[in-house]
């Protein structure tokens, strides 16, 4: 069955510090693979996608994510984390060869200490 | 482009009356999706349309709630009797997927829903 995971329910940084938010998939055909954040109140918004080529991609805001086939994970990561990062993330995984719908994981919520 | 439009914003209402949820998708995309998000079930896929004909409803949790898409720029969630634990945000987003090419979902600001 398709599905996604994060790990993480909630994670607290210090500003500046760096960031990683986990992603593990299990889809049957090759994925297409987004992240998308949510601000309180507010609705989702894409941060990256990939969807081939490259398994490095630059986001909005400064983030960026490693697709790894062999561990099925889409990590997002950003080096320096400001206080504006506060939000939930989700990971998503869809195909690439249908219209089917995109399957969303549960969320990180990540708080970010001054 | 305005973006995905959802009306209203905020929602209150009794138990056991109608109300009904509107979205209006980014012009151009054909594939329109209904959410609802919970603190308790988080982000739950509720119907998704492609072409206004609705491909997946099984996300839809019983009878009281339907959904329709009468043309490509309009749809509505309608939950009739509503009742206090369908209280939640309800997101509307469309795409415009192309086989083989990268495509993505954007989604609308949301409707708040209490049922009281």
């Known amino acids: 069955a398709q599905s996604v995971t994060q790990p993480d329910i909630h994670i607290t940084v210090s500003e500046g510090a760096s960031l990683e938010l986990r992603c593990n998939y299990s889809?049957?055909?090759?994925?297409?693979l987004f992240w998308y954040v949510q601000s309180p109140g507010q609705g989702l918004q894409l941060l990256l996608k990939y969807f081939s080529g490259d398994t490095l991609v630059q986001g909005i805001k400064g983030f960026e994510a490693e697709f790894k086939r062999s561990q099925s994970s889409f990590n997002l990561r950003k080096p320096s984390v400001h206080w504006s990062d506060a939000a939930e993330y989700f990971c998503a995984v869809g195909s690439k060869t249908s219209y089917d719908k995109v399957i969303f994981g549960p969320g990180t919520s990540l708080s970010v200490i001054p | 482009d305005a973006g995905v439009i959802q009306s209203p914003r905020h929602e209150v209402t009794e138990m056991g009356q109608e109300v009904t949820l509107r979205c209006k998708p980014i012009?151009?995309?054909?594939?329109l999706f209904w959410y609802r998000q919970t603190m308790m079930r988080g982000l739950e896929l509720l119907i998704y349309?492609?072409?206004?004909?609705?491909?997946?409803d099984s996300g839809m949790p019983e009878d009281r709630f339907s959904a329709k898409m009468p043309n490509a720029s309009f749809s509505t969630l309608k939950i009739q009797p509503s009742e206090p634990r369908d209280s939640a945000v309800y997101f509307c987003?469309?795409?415009?997927?192309?086989?083989?090419?990268?495509?993505?979902?954007?989604f609308g600001p949301g409707t708040r829903l209490t049922v009281t």
């Open positions: 012009s151009g995309h054909n594939s």
């Open positions: 349309f492609n072409n206004n004909v609705p491909i997946d």
């Open positions: 889809y049957g055909a090759t994925p297409y």
């Open positions: 987003a469309s795409s415009f997927p192309v086989e083989g090419l990268d495509y993505e979902q954007y």
